[in-house]
């Protein structure tokens, strides 16, 4: 009898239930590990035996080819910060396609990873490179380390029944940088070339680091939860939240802050802003009559912030409150960018 073979899957990150199975197979022994892998955690957390536990990351970028030495050390120390924690140490392996590589192309990436690392405090400690074959652009996988005191770590699954969901910034920043840079020729029609500028510079303003805000928030014993969006935006981080801690959320669609400029491009292309690649926002859950006080703080240091939603009992679902009434939020398992 023939073998079936099961679907193929779409690309970005593997559906939920998919990596749920298969992490379920890995039975960590060492009680050293605090927090291993699990749906939405950022991080892993290891207990080196002192005052401080040791948080480790590592994510690839493989969307954009644009200033990936930059945007690799951010996407990571992101990851690092919504525990809590400050990052440290990083390290970084970098594939280059084999028709495409100059010593040029090494130079430029190089050049954005060491000046991503100076404006964050943090160490270019090692890594890899090499020359790959069957590769059509550049990819960079890096690995950040960080500290956190032991009564400060932050973990995803802390969102409680009642606390109150802070977004910070808006919504699809990455993606409408990676947009404006990687489609000039299709968005000045439709931006006008000033308004193509202010996109491509998203990565830097409003900007891709969470890291300020999170520190911020971190310092509220209120704070039960951040959570970084990236693939599957925002919607997927919230199923994420949602999932790690086993609770419902309530989000009003019409606080979900939007660029007009990410609009703008979102209905050009015909996607949705709410499942379009989302690093530079911060999801902050903690107690609801800390809220104003985590806001007033962030919106100080000029990040403008905003509360969404609520978390509520799992049995209520993750849902979305529309101007047509309340809907199950929708969930993307394949992130709108792939779609171009």
Not at 50 to 67: C, E, G, M, S, V
Not at 169 to 182: D, L, N, P, S, Y
Request: glycine share 8%; with cysteine.
């Amino acid at each position: 009898m023939e073998k079936k073979h099961s679907p193929r899957l779409p690309v970005g990150k593997l559906p939920i239930r998919t990596l749920e199975r298969l992490l379920k197979r890995n039975k960590i022994k060492d009680p050293r590990v605090i927090v291993g892998p699990g749906i939405g955690e950022d991080a892993a957390v290891i207990d080196t035996g002192n005052d401080r536990y040791l948080i480790a990351k590592t994510d690839p970028i493989t969307f954009t080819a644009d200033q990936i030495g930059w945007y690799a050390v951010h996407i990571n120390a992101n990851d690092i910060v919504t525990k809590g924690a400050r990052p440290l140490w990083y390290l970084a392996t970098l594939l280059l396609p084999e028709d495409l590589t100059t010593e040029d192309v090494a130079e430029k990436i190089f050049q954005d990873t060491m000046k991503a690392c100076k404006n964050i405090g943090v160490s270019l400690i090692g890594g890899h490179t090499e020359i790959t074959g069957g590769l059509s652009r550049p990819i960079v996988v890096g690995q950040m380390l960080g500290e956190v005191e032991k009564n400060k770590l932050v973990r995803i699954n802390g969102a409680r029944p009642g606390d109150a969901i802070i977004l910070t910034k808006g919504i699809a920043i990455e993606g409408t940088a990676v947009i404006a840079r990687e489609r000039v020729d299709e968005m000045v029609p439709i931006l006008g070339a000033q308004t193509l500028t202010r996109c491509r510079n998203f990565m830097y303003d409003p900007g891709l680091s969470v890291l300020k805000e999170a520190l911020l928030a971190s310092e509220h014993a209120s704070v039960h939860a951040m959570h970084d969006p990236t693939e599957g935006g925002l919607a997927t981080a919230l199923y994420e939240v949602a999932w790690a801690a086993h609770v419902g959320l309530r989000i009003q669609a019409d606080t979900v802050p939007v660029f007009p400029e990410t609009q703008a491009i979102c209905n050009h292309y015909h996607l949705n802003p709410m499942g379009l690649i989302a690093s530079g926002a911060l999801l902050i859950i903690l107690q609801a009559n800390a809220a104003e006080k985590v806001l007033t703080r962030i919106r100080s240091q000029g990040i403008a912030a905003t509360v969404i939603g609520e978390v509520t009992d799992k049995r209520k679902g993750v849902k979305l409150l529309t101007a047509d009434g309340v809907v199950d939020l929708p969930l993307y398992e394949q992130d709108e960018l792939t779609k171009i």
